[in-house]
């Protein structure tokens, strides 16, 4: 956890001094992968995130949290079609966590899914009605599904 913390918070060097440390006493510890991935996300190096976070998966695949950092991941990469799968698994594991599904929403948004993309976002300001940015995804989602209506109803 204090990986992650130092991750989170931007420290990425000592961070990554303290996973590598944590590395060599247990290279079994699924944790250490995960902040391995958050430091490769910070520095925008998805690629190895993305390596981090498949080991982090094998080793704990019922934590929640990996397949929401996958499905991150692949929204960055802009590969929305490959972050749906992990980010279902996530919020089927985790389903009042809702940071899961707002990047879900994003993914289904990328596609031009707005029916799904609306429901997830639904979800995630229910479950953190303070959060600003769930709130415009929300209104954006709904306003791109009623630009988009007509025209699919024309073809």
């Known amino acids: ?8 918070g931007g420290f ?15 290279s079994n510890d699924a ?20 390596k981090q ?12 949290e990996g397949w929401y ?11 929305p079609e490959s972050a ?9 594991l985790a389903p009042r966590f809702a940071a899961i599904h707002a990047e879900l929403g994003h993914a289904y948004a990328f596609q031009a899914q ?13 479950l953190d009605p303070q959060n600003l940015g769930y709130q415009q995804a929300l209104g954006a989602a709904l306003g791109m599904g009623w630009v988009m209506a007509p025209t699919r109803h024309l073809r």
């Open 1 to 8: 956890r204090f990986g992650h913390a130092l991750a989170l």
């Open 12 to 26: 990425t060097e000592d961070a990554k001094q303290f996973l590598d440390l944590a590395r060599r006493l247990d």
């Open 31 to 50: 944790r250490i992968y995960r902040g391995y991935a958050l430091i490769f996300l910070s520095l925008k190096n998805t690629q190895n995130a993305l």
């Open 53 to 64: 976070i498949e080991i982090a998966n094998t080793l704990e695949p019922e934590n929640p």
């Open 69 to 79: 950092l996958q499905g991150k991941a692949y929204n960055e990469l802009q590969k």
């Open 84 to 92: 749906i799968a992990p980010l279902k698994k996530a919020a089927a």
């Open 114 to 126: 707005f029916g799904p993309a609306i429901d997830s976002f639904r979800k995630a300001v229910a």
